[in-house]
T-cell receptor
Framework: AQSVAQPEDQVNVAEGNPLTVKCTYS??????LFWYVQYPNRGLQFLLK??????LVKGSYGFEAEFNKSQTSFHLKKPSALVSDSALYFC?????????????FGAGTRLFVKA | DTGVSQDPRHKITKRGQNVTFRCDPI?????LYWYRQTLGQGPEFLTY????????KSRLLSDRFSAERPKGSFSTLEIQRTEQGDSAMYLC????????????????FGEGSWLTVV
């Protein structure tokens, strides 16, 4: 069965500093990995995904994520955080072979960017 | 706006009443998903449709829950005899199987429908 873990409930970072939001996953087949962001009382917005190819994936709003197969990780990164990046971030995984088209989400990590 | 549309955005109902939520997916998307999200948690998969066929249902979807997508376009999620534990945000999402690899297609979410059972 597929699963995803976000080990940090909250990440605090100062504006202008780099940020990292961690994600690890477990699947039987090849993973399809996604990051979404959620603002208060809103739905989830897609940021980026890894399907195959280059391990460094670039997405919306200056975010990027690095796929590491040996560590089964897909950490979200941004070189310089903005106050407006403060939100709830979800990592998600879909198993290529056994998960059908069901995407499983982590519990989320709340990012606070302080001015 | 051609995104996923959900209605109503908020619903307050008394315990025991029935509620229905509607979802209109992105027009060319043939896959539609329902998720439930409670405070402090990530979205939990409930069910998904490909066109009008309901292909997978979670164990979370008890007998009181029913989802339909009769013409392969919009979908409804009905909760009968609501309980306080049903209070959550119900998220609809859609994706296309046409472009890219099937399992890698991105799912796009609507703004959600908040349910409060009192």
């Amino acid at each position: 069965a597929q699963s995803v873990a976000q080990p940090e409930d909250q990440v605090n970072v100062a504006e202008g500093n780099p940020l990292t939001v961690k994600c690890t996953y477990s699947v039987s087949g090849n993973p399809y990995l996604f990051w979404y962001v959620q603002y208060p009382n809103r739905g989830l917005q897609f940021l980026l995904k890894y399907i195959t190819g280059d391990n460094l994936v670039k997405g919306s709003y200056g975010f990027e994520a690095e796929f590491n197969k040996s560590q089964t990780s897909f950490h979200l990164k941004k070189p310089s955080a903005l106050v407006s990046d403060s939100a709830l971030y979800f990592c998600a995984v879909r198993d290529e072979y056994t998960g059908g088209f069901k995407t499983i989400f982590g519990a989320g990590t709340r990012l606070f960017v302080k001015a | 706006d051609t995104g996923v549309s959900q209605d109503p955005r908020h619903k307050i109902t008394k315990r025991g009443q029935n509620v229905t939520f509607r979802c209109d997916p992105i027009s060319e998307h043939n896959r539609l998903y329902w998720y439930r999200q409670t405070l402090g948690q990530g979205p939990e998969f409930l069910t998904y449709f490909q066109n009008e066929a309901q292909l997978e249902k979670s164990r979370l979807l008890s007998d009181r829950f029913s989802a339909e997508r009769p013409k392969g376009s919009f979908s409804t999620l009905e909760i009968q005899r609501t309980e306080q534990g049903d209070s959550a945000m119900y998220l609809c999402a859609s994706s296309s199987v046409i472009t890219g690899t099937g399992a890698g297609n991105t799912i796009y979410f609507g703004e959600g429908s908040w349910l409060t059972v009192v």
